[in-house]
């Protein structure tokens, strides 16, 4: 089982990033599939998740400028996408996309099953 993530950067205040994360090796369109974040001197904090049957679930703090996504036809590959629009230097962080989570705790960091490496993500002021 593998998880790729990409689409991080550098970008400025007020900019859009589009995560992507490609997960391989199994097919988990039973299963919930989500972001995490990590900020520096910070614990790693829930962002989204979406649901085997399409349920989203956000963290509370930043509902409204994220918007998570799933693409899960391929049995070979299914795919998470994170929108981020309006990025704050808060939203600085490296952000790992996790797959095979329990669908009744799609916000615990623990139900998911594989993480992929994580993609940096600089917003400037």
């Known amino acids: 089982v593998q998880l790729q993530a990409s689409g991080g950067g550098l970008v400025q205040a007020g900019d859009s990033l589009r995560l992507s994360c490609a997960a391989s090796?199994?097919?988990?369109?039973?299963?919930?599939m989500g972001w995490f974040r990590q900020a520096p001197g910070k614990e790693r904090e829930f962002v989204a998740a979406v649901s085997s049957g399409g349920t989203t679930y956000y963290a509370d703090s930043l509902k409204g400028r994220f918007t998570i996504s799933r693409d899960s036809r391929d049995n070979a590959k299914n795919w998470v996408y994170l929108q981020i629009d309006s990025l704050e230097p808060e939203d600085t962080a490296v952000y790992y996309c996790?797959?095979?989570?329990?669908?009744?705790?799609?916000?615990?960091?623990?139900?998911?099953?594989?993480w992929g490496q994580g993609t940096q993500v600089t917003v400037s002021s």
């Open positions: 090796g199994r097919t988990f369109s039973g299963y919930s």
């Open positions: 996790a797959a095979g989570g329990d669908s009744l705790r799609p916000r615990i960091e623990g139900s998911y099953d594989y």
